[in-house]
């Protein structure tokens, strides 16, 4: 799955006027909220105080997307489930509380980093207190029950990923498959709207494989079409898909210019641990 970061360097196309910050541009396909939800307008709209709940919306959503980075690193700190879920709840509603927009460090450039080191501070000072209230104290950010079923993880990390690697590395391995995981939810859903939900299911496991792996022949015996459409349609779907992982990846860096970097490291980082 890591070959799909990859192919977003190195083709280096479509290029989505979404990701390339180009302002009252849309690309096919892409909602218009977008835009307002990119971490550099969050940024923005703390320091100069303008567009304030459009800003602590959209962090709001951010922190749905990367539920699952935070939970497992606070895991990996040798808490129980239980106890994981409770400190999780409590960071979430500590990130969305007035002052920590204010205090997010532009120098971290993005919203990864900048959350890890949030989390890293926060489970310091969880660690010298006896926790006595309730999961998100008197708030609870989104039922636990919701973020299950709604984001069930579906790349695999290996065993021995999860027995070597130190937990940043992990949390960044959970932020990649997560990363990967929007992006081809959200070409499901676009599939689907399309009538198309059967080309999905029969053609996103070739999405990061090499041309010559793909076997054209046998996929339109399968599928009961000209092997022409089963290409033309696999090369939309890549392409469609590449565009949506830049998407995704620009949401949680504060300049475009770095989005190719940020993919390079999350690409980097699926590579040490999944199958």
């Given at each position: 799955?890591?070959?799909?970061?990859?192919?977003?360097?190195?083709?280096?196309?479509?290029?989505?006027?979404?990701?390339?910050?180009?302002?009252?541009?849309?690309?096919?396909?892409?909602?218009?909220?977008?835009?307002?939800?990119?971490?550099?307008?969050?940024?923005?709209?703390?320091?100069?105080?303008?567009?304030?709940?459009?800003?602590?919306?959209?962090?709001?959503?951010?922190?749905?997307?990367?539920?699952?980075?935070?939970?497992?690193?606070?895991?990996?700190?040798?808490?129980?489930?239980?106890?994981?879920?409770?400190?999780?709840?409590?960071?979430?509603?500590?990130?969305?509380?007035?002052?920590?927009?204010?205090?997010?460090?532009?120098?971290?450039?993005?919203?990864?980093?900048?959350?890890?080191?949030?989390?890293?501070n926060f489970l310091i000072n969880a660690a010298e207190k006896t926790h006595s209230r309730k999961r998100?104290?008197?708030?609870?950010?989104?039922?636990?029950?919701?973020?299950?079923?709604?984001?069930?993880?579906?790349?695999?990390?290996?065993?021995?990923?999860?027995?070597?690697?130190?937990?940043?590395?992990?949390?960044?391995?959970?932020?990649?498959?997560?990363?990967?995981?929007?992006?081809?939810?959200?070409?499901?859903?676009?599939?689907?709207?399309?009538?198309?939900?059967?080309?999905?299911?029969?053609?996103?496991?070739?999405?990061?494989?090499?041309?010559?792996?793909?076997?054209?022949?046998?996929?339109?015996?399968?599928?009961?079409?000209?092997?022409?459409i089963v290409k033309k349609q696999l090369h939309k779907m890549r392409q469609r898909y590449r565009c949506?992982?830049?998407?995704?990846?620009?949401?949680?860096?504060?300049?475009?210019?770095?989005?190719?970097?940020?993919?390079?490291?999350?690409?980097?980082?699926?590579?040490?641990?999944?199958?």
């Amino acid at each position: 799955m890591y070959l799909a970061f990859y192919a977003c360097i190195e083709e280096g196309e479509p290029q989505c006027s979404l990701v390339n910050g180009k302002p009252g541009e849309q690309g096919r396909g892409e909602p218009r909220e977008f835009v307002t939800t990119r971490w550099s307008l969050i940024l923005s709209a703390a320091s100069l105080g303008s567009e304030e709940q459009k800003a602590r919306d959209a962090l709001a959503e951010l922190c749905r997307t990367y539920w699952r980075p935070i939970f497992s690193f606070v895991q990996t700190r040798g808490y129980s489930i239980e106890d994981a879920q409770d400190l999780t709840q409590d960071f979430f509603v500590i990130i969305l509380k007035d002052n920590w927009l204010q205090q997010a460090d532009r120098n971290r450039g993005r919203f990864r980093s900048l959350l890890l080191r949030s989390l890293q501070n926060f489970l310091i000072n969880a660690a010298e207190k006896t926790h006595s209230r309730k999961r998100g104290g008197d708030v609870e950010f989104i039922s636990w029950d919701d973020w299950i079923a709604e984001a069930p993880s579906q790349l695999s990390i290996s065993a021995q990923a999860l027995d070597s690697l130190p937990p940043e590395r992990l949390f960044d391995l959970s932020w990649a498959t997560t990363v990967v995981e929007h992006a081809l939810r959200r070409l499901r859903e676009e599939c689907e709207s399309k009538g198309k939900l059967w080309f999905f299911r029969a053609l996103s496991r070739h999405l990061t494989e090499e041309r010559d792996e793909v076997s054209y022949a046998n996929l339109s015996a399968d599928l009961g079409v000209a092997e022409t459409i089963v290409k033309k349609q696999l090369h939309k779907m890549r392409q469609r898909y590449r565009c949506l992982l830049r998407a995704e990846v620009s949401r949680t860096v504060e300049n475009p210019a770095d989005v190719d970097d940020e993919i390079r490291y999350l690409c980097a980082a699926l590579a040490a641990g999944t199958d």
